[in-house]
């Protein structure tokens, strides 16, 4: 491996102004293009994050693109001016360009380097925690419309070494970036796991496959036990006692229009309906929004973007809130019941609310359901929420209106296995949230070190205890694991 810079070499580095090495925004190319010339077409999505790479396939004929679009050539750095890109690390290297020129977005400085600056060097320098905070400070422009004025890039001092070591500063750069660039690569493939192991667990659940089943269990253990066929029944009971004590027309039966076509059930489980086993209420919203005597009170105001804020079962807290008068307007729910948001393009995310509230018309409820019940249907609903999407009855606003909720079927296992059931998704739910924890912080670490590797570097102090940092950041043999491996190093109930 090469050495880095050591402190008496470093001393030997001179400072310059970008301008006095780099000419920016060139209004010219080194060859000029015809108009019937192919260019690469380089819009600001086609500018990675963080990486500085670009994808220059995209190719329109120069006539079309030389108006109204910045032009680079073979060489040049981009640097992304506008909020919030130029914080999200939108620079790059134009390289693989059509015929070495290309014309891009409206909002990219472009830095062309002289003899006296690698054209990799500076595009690192730009990624440095230096240039960046500076850049930020001083944008200019409206709230979503600033920018870096050229000015800033201009009179920005760049460290400069002599060519040669320039080179092999990039060189370590790059060395070290590949390394960790690597174990990012393994935290966000596991980070895709994690996904696909929460979705299993929850299908697994509902299928009648994460435990042993009741029917097995009373087999192997010679005894009798109660069939769901025996609960429903026994719900439907106390449902139709409850209506008949408030006085309600008896429960009608709902036939089951979702999904399509019911597959066999374990031994033991009995296809039910979400309104044979819950009432099936929706939400309100005071008119007009936002009217002082309806909004603003002490009330929390429970809508569809706090329940689909973030994968958390439970709703903790919402930041708004209603009035008495609101109250008397909407639905009030208490703590610890099933939601379902029912409108928009988050409709079918259930959520067990932990607070009392007001929910609006974008969230339904599902009452009157007992744990573990209650906990079981709130899984069986998770898997759902894709497909739930596909049958909307919405027009332009989507929307699951409360007779597709109540015709959605459940697979009900016996109650002994709903205990069973629910307390295994829980584990494996905590493991995963463990084991995502673990992954984000690792992350955000290997941005940290990053940011220091750049730092260092240009400091002329790029040294072995970097590249130590960066193995050290790699060695996490346990998050690397399949996350279905790491949850099931852990007893099971199967």
């Known amino acids: 491996m090469n050495q880095a810079p050591s402190a008496g070499f470093a ?9 006095d ?8 190319f080194d060859k000029p293009p015809s108009p ?3 260019v690469s077409f380089v819009p ?5 994050e963080e990486t500085g790479r670009l994808d220059a396939t995209t190719a329109r004929p120069w006539a079309e693109v030389r108006k109204g679009y910045t032009p680079f050539q073979e060489g040049d750095v981009l640097f992304a001016k506008i909020t919030p890109c130029m914080e999200n690390g939108k620079y790059a290297l134009a390289t693989g360009l059509h015929g070495g020129r290309a014309a891009g977005s409206t909002e990219f400085h472009v830095l062309r380097p002289g003899p006296r600056i690698e054209a990799k060097f500076l595009l690192y320098y730009l990624f440095t925690p230096e240039v960046r905070q500076l850049a930020k400070a001083r944008m200019k422009g409206t709230a979503g419309q600033l920018r870096v004025p050229e000015a ?11 060519i040669e070591e320039q080179r092999r500063v990039v060189e370590e750069i790059e060395q070290q970036l590949t390394r960790l660039q690597a174990g990012v690569a393994v935290l966000k493939r596991v980070q895709a796991n994690l996904k696909r192991f929460r979705a299993a667990a929850l299908k697994t659940a509902c299928d009648g496959r994460l435990v042993p089943t009741e029917a ?3 087999r192997r253990e010679g005894r009798s036990y109660e069939p769901a066929s025996i609960l429903l029944s026994r719900i439907k009971a106390d449902r139709a006692n409850v209506a008949a004590a408030h006085r309600r027309g008896g429960q009608r039966e709902t036939v089951a229009t979702f999904p399509a076509a019911l597959s066999p059930l374990p031994e033991g489980w009995a296809w039910t309906t979400v309104d044979q086993i819950a009432e099936v209420v929706r939400g309100a919203s005071p008119r007009p929004a936002g009217d002082p005597r309806f909004f603003g009170g002490d009330i929390p105001w429970i809508t569809v973007g706090p329940i689909t804020a973030d994968n958390d079962p439970f709703l903790r807290a919402v930041p708004a809130t209603v009035t008495p008068a609101g109250r008397e307007r909407s639905r009030y729910v208490e703590a610890g019941t099933l939601l379902l948001t029912n409108s ?4 079918g995310v259930p959520k067990i609310t932990l607070i009392g509230g007001c929910m609006n018309d974008g969230v339904a409820a599902l009452l009157g359901l007992d ?3 209650k906990l079981f249907l709130l899984y069986y609903l998770r898997s759902l929420t894709e497909p739930l999407r596909g049958i909307n009855q919405g027009a332009a606003q989507p929307n699951l209106n409360t007779t597709i909720i109540k015709a959605i079927a459940v697979p009900l296992p016996p109650l002994a296995e709903q205990h069973r059931i629910v307390a295994e998704v829980e584990r494996r739910l905590s493991l995963a949230d463990e084991l995502e924890r673990v992954v984000s912080a690792n992350l955000h670490r290997a941005t940290r070190l990053r940011q220091a590797i750049l730092a260092a570097a240009f400091t002329g102090r790029l040294s072995e205890r970097y590249e130590s940092s960066v193995r050290e950041a790699l060695e996490l043999p346990h998050v690397a694991e399949e996350p279905r491996a790491y949850a099931d190093k852990s007893p099971v109930s199967s």
Do not use: F
């Not at 001393?11 to 301008?19: F, L, M, N, V």
């Not at 600001?44 to 990675?48: L, S």
């Not at 001092?157 to 002599?162: E, Q």
């Open 344 to 347: 928009g393009a988050t409709l």
């Open 11 to 19: 001393t030997r580095w001179t400072r310059a102004r970008i301008a």
């Open 152 to 162: 800033v890039l201009a009179d920005a001092v760049t460290p400069l070494p002599p």
């Open 216 to 218: 097995e269990l009373a």
């Open 44 to 48: 600001m999505k086609a500018v990675e």
């Open 371 to 373: 744990y573990p019940l």
């Open 36 to 38: 019937d010339d192919v």
């Open 21 to 28: 090495v780099v000419e920016i925004n060139p209004r010219r």
